[in-house]
Each structure stands twice: as C-alpha cells, then as structure tokens.
C-alpha cells in the first residue's frame, strides 16, 4: 500500500467515514498516518485504588469481584454496578447503558480501567472507564484529535491496519543530518509515535517529528528570505537627515537613532529591507517610522504606514500631520469609515503622487488603491497583522522595503523562528524622564478608595483610564452592557461633577474619534473603555489606569494596558483591581507590580500560562504544527534553524532532486499561511 493512495483502499472504510476523515483533513493513508495523537494513556505505571489522585484521569490496576444487577433508574437508563479491589481498597465501578462493557469483563480477574477516581478514600467510584485487558498490546494507548461520529478506537484501528501494510512516506531529512542528531528514520518514527512500547520509543519518536517539522518549517522561511533577496527594491538616494531632527521637539535616544541608522542603511540598497523593530511600549517606535518616510520622500518615493484600529490610523495621522508639515511632507489618511468621495481623492492623490506618507488600516489594502512610487511599507504593531496581509500590501508596489514595529516582545528564541526571515532592530531605552509606572493590585473592597485616589488626580487637571474587560466572544454583549451601566453609574456617583467618557469596539469610528478627541484634548477626564484602547493611544497627560477584573487578561496584555500611562513627567499609576483567590493568579498579577519590563514579563507569561496564551497562531502569521511547539523546545528550534540554514547554504532554491520532496513539504506548509517560496 502507498502512502499517496485513498484511505478508500482500507477496509471498514466507506462513504461516511470518508467524510469523517476529510474533517480531520485526511484524504490518503499518508495523512491518516500524520494524525498524530494529542496524548497517550500510559498503562505502563497504574496506580493502586488507594494512591490513585482525585483530580485527574487515571488508569487504576484492580480485579473485578462481583457484578450487580443493573437498575433501572427512573429516567429510563440503565445502571450497571461492578465492584473491584485491589490490596490496598476496594472501587465501585459504574456503568450507564452499556452492557457490552460489563459483559465483557470476568469476575476474578484483574483488568486495567481507565477514568476519573472519585468518592472518598473509603469508598472509591470510577464512573464509565475504559477497561484494558492485563496483557495488553500497546502500553501506551493514544488519544487522537477526533471529530463527530469517529470514535478513537475506530481511528486507532484504521491507523494500526494501515501500518500492517508498511506504506513508506518519504525521508525529508538528509541522512548525514540524521547521523549527526541521532534522528530515528521518518517510518521508524511514524510507527512508534502511534504504536510505542516503551516511553523510549515514544521520546524519540518525538523528537524525530518535532525536528522533521520545525526544520522543514526554517527551511520554508528560509526559501522565503531567499526570494525577497534575489529582487530588486527602489534604492533611495542618501539626504540630510538634519532637517528632521531639528524638527523634532525632542532629542532621539541612543537606540532611536541606532535603530534609524540600520533603517536608512537597508532603504539605500536594492535588496528590499524586511526588518523588525522592537521596542517595548511608550519606547518611541513612531519616530523611527517617521524618519524612513521623510529619508524616502526625499528621494521621491511614497511611504505606507498601516496601523491595525482605525483610531490608532487617526492617531498616527494626526500625530505626524504637523511634523509633515513643518517637514513640508504631504500626508494622507485612507480608512474604511471615510466617505467613498473621501477616499476616492486620497486615491487619486497615491496615484498621482501628490502624497508622500500614507497612514491608513486595512483600507490600504483593498482593491482600488495604487501607488504612484511606493518604497516604504509600515505596519505597526504588526502581531495583529497576519503574514498573507503583509504579503499583500508589498504587492502594490515593486517588492518595497518592508519595516514592521511591535511591542509584542517576543522570547529570542521563539523571535528567531517566527521573524527568522527578518532583520531586527530593539529599542531599548525609553526616553529619558520617564518614571516607572508604579503598579498596584488591590481587591475590590478598596475600590472607593482608588476611586479617592483617581479623584485627586483628576482635580489637578490630569486625566485617567478605567478598563473594563470584553471576555471571551459569546459575552461580548454582556461585557458591553457591563461597561455601558458602569461608566454611567461612575459619572452619575463616584464621579458626578467630573466629565465621564465611554469608549468601545462598537462604537462607529465617528463616536470613537470624538471621544478620543475630548480625551486627546483633555475635556474628557475620565475615560471608561473595554480594550480597543490597548494598543499605541498616546495621551501623555492621562496618568491613571485602573483595571477592573485584571485576572481576565494576560500578562502581557495587561503590560500593553499599562503602557497607555507613564508617557509624560508625572509619576503614573497602574491599579490592578482583582478579588482572585487563586495563588498563582495572585503571584501573576504581582509579577506585574515588580517588573516594568516587557521582554521580562513576556518570558515569565510564556512559562506560566503556556505559548497557547501567549501568542496565539494567528497572531504570528504562522502555519499551524502537528507536533512541535515553538516554545517549549528551544533547543530542537535552534538546531532545526542551524540545519536549515546549512542546508539551504549548499543548495539556496532545493534544486538538487534528492531535496524534492522537502521542497514539496515546505511549499505545503507555507501555502498554509498563504505565501509560497517560489
Ligand atoms: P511606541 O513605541 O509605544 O509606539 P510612541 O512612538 O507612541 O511609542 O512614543 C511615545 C511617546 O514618547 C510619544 O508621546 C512621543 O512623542 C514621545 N517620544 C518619542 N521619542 C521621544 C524622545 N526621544 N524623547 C522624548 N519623547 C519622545
Ligand atoms: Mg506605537
């Protein structure tokens, strides 16, 4: 049997579980056999009646003594006693309506069940198990991602048919590399990932699949980077950088002007630039932007600056408007909310050229927009940005110079993997007289008291933020109900006589702007919102932010919140309001009081909650993996990097045909994300 042929060719499988199996994605026996498991039980170790944990599956080793009767309970089920014991207790096993499970089971002999142990030490139950003969095959049972109607014993058994008949899937690592790393082969590796007999077997088997994918991975970006470099971007003419500075009401810091140098040295080559700039928030990341636009408009080139809200396009806009100006730079704005006739004279003007920076959301992107000479594309806070819409904006002109500026700080390890194909640039120093946020988290019986505090602020003409969460999507209503009664019980209480102003994501961009604007202009005080205003507003005088429920936010997201106070000279504050009871919300929520620093808070996220929280997949624009884990294996990821770039050293386009098939696998996992070396 061939790896590419039909899962049709396996028996049991007709029109129904075709259709199973085409949820899950599989059409061949090669997929069937990439589908691997999500876990495994391991019945290698059972536990004894009394020492198994309360909290958790488990598998427990007893024999069965006495089968009862069924009853029949009133809701027309039927339930099916079995007592077991070991030494150590005895357990009440129950069973509801399934007869063939009890029937199945001998009294006097001992079997391995699988389930939840509950009840008190005295009297132990284990409800539904799954039961394991003794001398079973496979001690380490997987659990495979399922979809509706498959059964995980139905798709182990269409899995191990299919590995009787040894279909040879092809080898995509070299060998000398696999010599050199102690790399089982790929159908060793195949079988044992589904079929281990010892926790050996299943480590390698591992590690050999997580290798496989995360180089094949680095090899794809690595064909990416290769295709950028071999074509040609505008080079921009060198200029005189003096009239921007001296236009600036401030002096750049060190890592500013360091992060500006490497920009302008890329935009006066031919190679498009692809380069990342890193810098924690309120660490003045807009300014380098507004330096490459103003170098290109100097050479008669046009910059786009895409921002990922329609207020922070605004915000941009307005802030780099008087700048332009004095600069005698044209600026422009183009988002979704304009009016057509609006936007149809911005896109005359791109065309024509009569606009030197762009700043805009994802309005730049659409259909009708050309650019007269577009060298320079921007996106801020590109997380939010997936790699196809990247991808897509460096298509209106003639392969541009591509800068990308984020605040998202990423662990190195991970940085290396996901912008493996760019250049980095950090900023980091924030400018100077800035004084730490001062963070605190108090419960919600001090809440009047922060409201005091607020008070006092607000009295000597600062302004402050309340943020309030949006949870998880089917709550969005309730959560906006939530803010909306909440920001009208503070004006009409706590804050009658100050001005009050609510702002959220469903608002239109209209409503938004003006209330941004009062806030802005310092005639709104306090300012209610959910989390639109998490990423880059920029209102220096605001120096407060109070965060309600902040256990519903990550780590790191709560430190995007915080970045939206201590942009000015005034001592800034960060109130954390949450009545959690759990420790190790507790200790997050302090690990945010004791550190400013966003690669340091980012790194502790990373190893509390898990990469899942963390960054999500869409967040990076990467395709998703079956088994390996870009964070947890930093090792495996630096050396599937170092292969990769040896490897694509000595054949740059995988040309040699003993590299086909890992050329193929690599145009497959980038076509995923919808971008394809070739
Ligand atoms: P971010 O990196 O978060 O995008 P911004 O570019 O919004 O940061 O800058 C934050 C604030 O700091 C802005 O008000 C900006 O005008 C100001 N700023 C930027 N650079 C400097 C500097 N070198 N000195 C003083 N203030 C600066
Ligand atoms: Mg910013």
């Not at 005080?525 to 220096?540: A, F, K, N, Y």
């Not at 899942?612 to 884990?629: E, S």
């Given at each position: 049997?061939?790896a590419?042929?039909?899962?049709?060719?396996?028996?049991?499988?007709?029109?129904?579980?075709?259709?199973?199996?085409?949820?899950?994605?599989?059409?061949?026996?090669?997929?069937?056999?990439?589908?691997?498991?999500?876990?495994?039980?391991?019945?290698?170790?059972?536990?004894?009646?009394?020492?198994?944990?309360?909290?958790?599956?488990?598998?427990?080793?007893?024999?069965?003594?006495?089968?009862?009767?069924?009853?029949r309970?009133?809701?027309?089920?039927?339930?099916?006693?079995?007592?077991?014991?070991?030494?150590?207790?005895?357990?009440?096993?129950?069973?509801?309506?399934?007869?063939?499970?009890?029937?199945?089971?001998?009294?006097?002999?001992?079997?391995?069940?699988?389930?939840?142990?509950?009840?008190s030490?005295?009297?132990?139950?284990?409800?539904?198990?799954?039961?394991?003969?003794?001398?079973?095959?496979?001690?380490?049972?997987?659990?495979?991602?399922?979809?509706?109607?498959?059964?995980?014993?139905?798709?182990?058994?269409?899995?191990?048919?299919?590995?009787?008949?040894?279909?040879?899937?092809?080898?995509?690592?070299?060998?000398a590399?696999?010599?050199?790393?102690?790399?089982?082969?790929?159908?060793?590796?195949?079988?044992?990932?589904h079929?281990?007999?010892?926790?050996?077997?299943?480590?390698?088997?591992?590690?050999?699949?997580?290798?496989?994918?995360?180089?094949?991975?680095?090899?794809?970006?690595?064909?990416?980077?290769?295709?950028?470099?071999?074509?040609?971007?505008?080079?921009m003419?060198?200029?005189s950088?003096?009239?921007?500075?001296?236009?600036?009401?401030?002096?750049?810091?060190?890592?500013?002007?360091?992060?500006?140098?490497?920009?302008?040295?890329?935009?006066?080559?031919?190679?498009?630039?692809?380069?990342?700039?890193?810098?924690?928030?309120?660490?003045?990341?807009?300014?380098?932007?507004?330096?490459?636009?103003?170098?290109?408009?100097?050479?008669?080139?046009?910059a786009?600056?895409?921002?990922?809200?329609?207020?922070?396009?605004?915000?941009?806009?307005?802030?780099?408007?008087?700048?332009?100006?004095?600069?005698?730079?044209?600026?422009?704005?183009?988002?979704?909310?304009?009016?057509?006739?609006?936007?149809?004279?911005?896109?005359q003007?791109?065309?024509?050229?009569?606009?030197?920076?762009?700043?805009?959301?994802?309005?730049?992107?659409?259909?009708?927009?050309?650019?007269?000479?577009?060298?320079?594309?921007?996106?801020?806070?590109?997380?939010?940005?997936?790699?196809?819409?990247?991808?897509?904006?460096?298509?209106?002109?003639?392969?541009?110079?591509?800068?990308?500026?984020?605040?998202?700080?990423?662990?190195?390890?991970?940085?290396?993997?996901?912008?493996?194909?760019?250049?980095?640039?950090?900023?980091?120093?924030?400018?100077?007289?800035?004084?730490?946020?001062?963070?605190?988290?108090?419960?919600?019986?001090?809440?009047?008291?922060?409201?005091?505090?607020?008070?006092?602020?607000?009295?000597?003409?600062?302004?402050?933020?309340?943020?309030?969460?949006?949870?998880?999507?089917?709550e969005v209503?309730?959560?906006?109900?939530?803010?909306?009664?909440?920001?009208?019980?503070?004006?009409?209480?706590?804050?009658?006589?100050?001005?009050?102003?609510?702002?959220?994501?469903?608002?239109?961009?209209?409503?938004?702007?003006?209330?941004?604007?009062?806030?802005?202009?310092?005639?709104?005080?306090?300012?209610?919102?959910?989390?639109?205003?998490?990423?880059?507003?920029?209102?220096?005088?605001?120096?407060?932010?109070?965060?309600?429920?902040?256990?519903?936010?990550?780590?790191?997201?709560?430190?995007?919140?915080?970045?939206r106070?201590?942009?000015?000279?005034?001592q800034?504050?960060?109130?954390?309001?949450?009545d959690?009871?759990?420790?190790?919300?507790?200790e997050?929520?302090?690990?945010?009081?004791?550190?400013?620093?966003?690669?340091?808070?980012?790194?502790?996220?990373?190893?509390?909650?898990?990469?899942?929280?963390?960054?999500?997949?869409?967040?990076?624009?990467?395709?998703?993996?079956?088994?390996a884990?870009?964070?947890?294996?930093?090792?495996?990821?630096?050396?599937a990097?170092?292969?990769?770039?040896?490897?694509?050293?000595?054949?740059?386009?995988?040309?040699?045909?003993?590299?086909?098939?890992?050329?193929?696998?690599?145009?497959?996992?980038?076509?995923?994300?919808?971008?394809?070396?070739?």
């Amino acid at each position: 049997m061939q790896a590419t042929e039909s899962i049709q060719k396996l028996r049991g499988v007709g029109t129904q579980r075709i259709a199973q199996l085409e949820k899950l994605g599989i059409r061949t026996i090669g997929e069937l056999l990439l589908h691997y498991p999500r876990a495994y039980i391991d019945l290698s170790a059972p536990f004894s009646i009394s020492g198994a944990p309360y909290d958790q599956p488990c598998v427990i080793r007893a024999k069965v003594l006495r089968k009862y009767p069924p009853v029949r309970l009133h809701t027309g089920i039927s339930l099916y006693r079995v007592q077991a014991a070991d030494e150590s207790a005895s357990l009440e096993l129950t069973f509801f309506n399934t007869k063939f499970a009890v029937d199945q089971l001998d009294c006097d002999t001992a079997y391995l069940f699988y389930g939840r142990a509950e009840g008190s030490l005295l009297h132990r139950t284990m409800s539904a198990p799954q039961i394991y003969p003794l001398q079973n095959a496979h001690l380490y049972q997987p659990v495979y991602p399922l979809t509706a109607g498959l059964s995980n014993k139905v798709l182990f058994g269409l899995i191990t048919q299919a590995l009787q008949h040894k279909p040879q899937l092809p080898e995509l690592l070299p060998e000398a590399l696999r010599q050199e790393l102690l790399l089982d082969g790929i159908n060793e590796g195949i079988f044992n990932i589904h079929l281990p007999q010892n926790a050996d077997q299943l480590t390698r088997a591992r590690r050999r699949l997580m290798f496989e994918e995360l180089f094949t991975l680095a090899v794809g970006i690595g064909l990416l980077r290769t295709q950028t470099r071999n074509c040609r971007a505008l080079a921009m003419q060198p200029c005189s950088m003096q009239p921007f500075y001296a236009a600036l009401p401030f002096t750049l810091t060190g890592a500013q002007q360091r992060a500006i140098t490497e920009l302008l040295s890329d935009l006066q080559g031919t190679t498009p630039m692809n380069r990342l700039v890193q810098g924690d928030v309120g660490s003045g990341k807009t300014m380098v932007a507004a330096a490459g636009a103003y170098f290109v408009a100097q050479s008669g080139a046009q910059a786009a600056l895409m921002a990922p809200t329609e207020l922070l396009a605004r915000q941009h806009y307005e802030g780099l408007s008087s700048l332009c100006g004095s600069l005698g730079m044209r600026i422009g704005l183009l988002t979704g909310s304009m009016t057509a006739a609006q936007k149809r004279k911005v896109r005359q003007q791109l065309e024509a050229g009569e606009i030197d920076l762009c700043v805009g959301t994802h309005a730049l992107l659409s259909e009708g927009v050309s650019f007269h000479r577009l060298a320079l594309v921007i996106t801020d806070e590109q997380h939010r940005f997936g790699v196809a819409q990247r991808a897509a904006l460096q298509q209106k002109g003639e392969h541009p110079h591509t800068l990308v500026m984020s605040a998202t700080p990423i662990p190195r390890t991970l940085a290396l993997m996901v912008y493996g194909e760019l250049d980095v640039s950090v900023i980091d120093e924030l400018p100077p007289n800035r004084q730490p946020v001062k963070t605190y988290k108090i419960s919600s019986g001090k809440r009047e008291r922060a409201f005091g505090f607020i008070r006092q602020h607000l009295d000597r003409g600062l302004q402050a933020y309340i943020v309030c969460p949006l949870v998880a999507s089917g709550e969005v209503e309730t959560g906006l109900q939530a803010a909306t009664d909440y920001a009208a019980q503070l004006s009409s209480n706590d804050f009658s006589g100050y001005c009050v102003s609510l702002l959220h994501g469903k608002m239109s961009a209209s409503e938004k702007e003006r209330v941004m604007a009062g806030f802005q202009a310092g005639s709104i005080q306090l300012l209610v919102s959910t989390t639109v205003i998490e990423v880059g507003v920029d209102v220096p005088n605001a120096v407060i932010m109070m965060i309600e429920n902040a256990e519903r936010f990550g780590l790191s997201q709560l430190h995007q919140l915080r970045g939206r106070v201590g942009r000015g000279s005034e001592q800034s504050h960060c109130i954390l309001l949450s009545d959690t009871r759990s420790p190790d919300t507790l200790e997050r929520l302090m690990m945010m009081c004791r550190s400013n620093n966003g690669f340091e808070i980012a790194e502790y996220d990373l190893k509390t909650r898990g990469p899942g929280n963390f960054l999500g997949q869409q967040q990076h624009g990467l395709p998703k993996l079956r088994i390996a884990d870009l964070t947890t294996e930093p090792e495996l990821v630096a050396q599937a990097q170092a292969a990769a770039q040896t490897l694509l050293h000595e054949d740059p386009a995988l040309s040699q045909p003993a590299h086909q098939p890992l050329r193929q696998a690599c145009e497959q996992l980038m076509d995923a994300v919808g971008e394809r070396p070739n």
